[in-house]
């Protein structure tokens, strides 16, 4: 049973540039989380999302960033407009199910850099 | 919303040593509350959760106590080995998502 899968492993954009950071959650999850982890800091909350609904966004940074998870494939993390203050590791994780008490599994990140 | 505090950021200990992380929460409605351990580079793993309607568990050398009263609960590492040495985060989840705390740095030293 695949883990949480996420890519690219590391991703370079140039200010002004847009990022798209994939997550497939594991098999038989059908809840997604993204989470910022800024360097040297703790892992900040940004967006819960169930197949084609956003269920809690209220991390999400109010421009240039939004989040989807379609029907098919897998949830995209879309950046517009990267500037330097964006550059961090971006994990997904994912759960079976909702109610607050399930296991989530963090898949290995998406490090992100802006020059 | 939910804030988690976590004390302390840095903590030294000789190999065989026990190690305790605390936290504390401010929302009444989380009844989740996970633990991670991050080494340097990777992803966040699990290491050991608690339900609200317990006050107690425990995996071999970790143990984890959570009094729902007081809004604090506490990460117990027994017998440390180099190799747990990482930063290690607590959480809280008031519904779906996690509140993290802003994480131990552990050295356990040979």
């Known amino acids: 049973n695949a883990g949480v899968m996420q890519n690219p492993r590391h991703l370079v954009r140039r200010r002004g540039q847009e990022a798209r950071l994939r997550c497939s959650p594991m098999k038989g999850h059908s809840h997604v989380y993204w989470y910022r982890q800024l360097p040297e800091e703790g892992l900040k909350f940004m967006v819960y999302l169930q197949k084609e609904n956003i269920i809690d966004e209220s991390g999400m940074p109010k421009e240039r960033f939004s989040a989807e998870f379609p029907k098919e494939g897998p949830s995209i993390l879309r950046i517009q407009q990267v500037v330097r203050g964006d550059s961090a590791a971006y994990f997904c994780a994912s759960s079976p199910s909702a109610g607050g008490q399930e296991t989530q599994y963090f898949g290995p990140g998406t490090r992100l850099l802006v020059l | 919303g939910e804030n988690v505090e976590q004390h302390p950021s840095t903590l030294s200990v000789q190999e065989g040593d026990s190690a305790v992380i605390k936290c504390t929460y401010s929302?009444?409605?989380?009844?989740?509350f996970p633990w991670y351990k991050q080494e340097l580079g990777k992803r966040p793993q699990l290491i050991i959760d608690i339900r609200s309607n317990v006050g107690e568990k425990k995996d071999q050398r970790i143990a984890v106590t959570l009094n729902k009263t007081a809004k604090h609960f506490s990460l117990h590492i027994t017998e440390t080995q180099p190799e747990d040495s990482a930063v290690y985060f607590c959480?809280?989840?008031?519904?779906?998502?996690?509140?993290f705390g802003q994480g131990t740095e552990l050295s356990v030293k040979p």
């Open positions: 959480a809280a989840s008031p519904g779906g998502k996690l509140i």
């Open positions: 929302d009444s409605a989380s009844n989740y």
